[in-house]
Nanobody, 126 residues
């Protein structure tokens, strides 16, 4: 498993941008799918975005498609989530997650991600 530490959360006005970072420990980062999930108050945790081991494929929830961009740098053991055109409904704790890449990986399922960060709060004021 890898250890994950998120950063970059904060308070932003609607329409603004934030960039979340997730730093991973370990020498096998490139063998992991990386994902971002979020949990709003009173709601279940939900999928936001994921990226395969090489960065060649990305996946997004419908609610963030076109506004958020996930990227990774395997040499730096880091994954980012660039969030633009933020809305009040994006307010949540955002979690970075990692899962071992395999052929039938379910990119939008928590069950395939075995390592999780502590989360970082994102608050969007309207």
């Amino acid at each position: 498993q890898v250890q994950l530490v998120e950063s970059g959360g904060g308070l932003v006005q609607a329409g603004g941008s934030l960039r979340l970072s997730c730093a991973a420990s370990g020498r096998t980062f490139s063998s992991y799918v990386m994902g971002w999930f979020r949990q709003a108050p009173g709601k279940e945790r939900e999928f936001v975005a994921a990226i395969n081991w090489s960065g060649s494929s990305t996946y997004y929830s419908d609610s963030v498609k076109g506004r958020f961009t996930i990227s990774r740098d395997n040499a730096r053991n880091t994954v980012w989530l660039q969030m633009n055109s933020l809305k009040s409904e994006d307010t949540a704790v955002y979690y970075c997650a990692a899962g071992r890449q395999y052929y039938s990986f379910n990119y939008d399922s928590e069950k395939d991600f075995g390592s999780w960060g502590q989360g970082t709060q994102v608050t969007v004021s309207s």
